[in-house]
């Protein structure tokens, strides 16, 4: 069982930044690919970024990439979603998640998840 806790979250300024981080309660986090999902009021979850076990391959939707970067500590449990030049189009909770195995982009694939951290974007 893995359980994942988000942080970071709030209410930031068009164009601002935040920085979203993801803590795992699990022995051999190294064995799970990790991703970050956001759920905007009324739509369905979406991809965002993901990243392999090791940190050596990273993806992003078109919509967050150059804007948003993803990345993981291993040492610490932790994998982070940095997020500049925000818009009022990025306001959703955002979740993190954990998938056994190689690095996937879609709900689905998941097998655990965080209970979310809600980011909202004003203009």
């Known amino acids: 069982q893995v359980h994942l806790a988000e942080s970071g979250g709030g209410l930031v300024q068009a164009g601002g930044s935040l920085r979203l981080s993801c803590k795992a309660s699990v022995r051999a986090f190294g064995v799970y690919a990790m991703a970050w999902f956001r759920q905007a009021p009324g739509k369905e979850r979406d991809f965002v970024a993901s990243?392999?076990?090791?940190?050596?391959?990273?993806y992003y939707a078109d919509s967050v990439k150059g804007r948003f970067s993803i990345s993981r500590d291993n040492a610490k449990n932790t994998v982070s979603l940095q997020m500049n030049s925000l818009r009022p189009e990025d306001t959703a909770v955002y979740y993190c998640?954990?998938?056994?195995?190689?690095?996937?982009?879609?709900?689905?694939?998941?097998?655990?998840w965080g209970k979310g951290t809600l980011v909202t974007v004003s203009t």
């Open positions: 998640a954990a998938q056994t195995g190689l690095v996937g982009l879609s709900v689905g694939a998941m097998d655990y």
């Open positions: 990243i392999s076990r090791y940190g050596s391959s990273r």
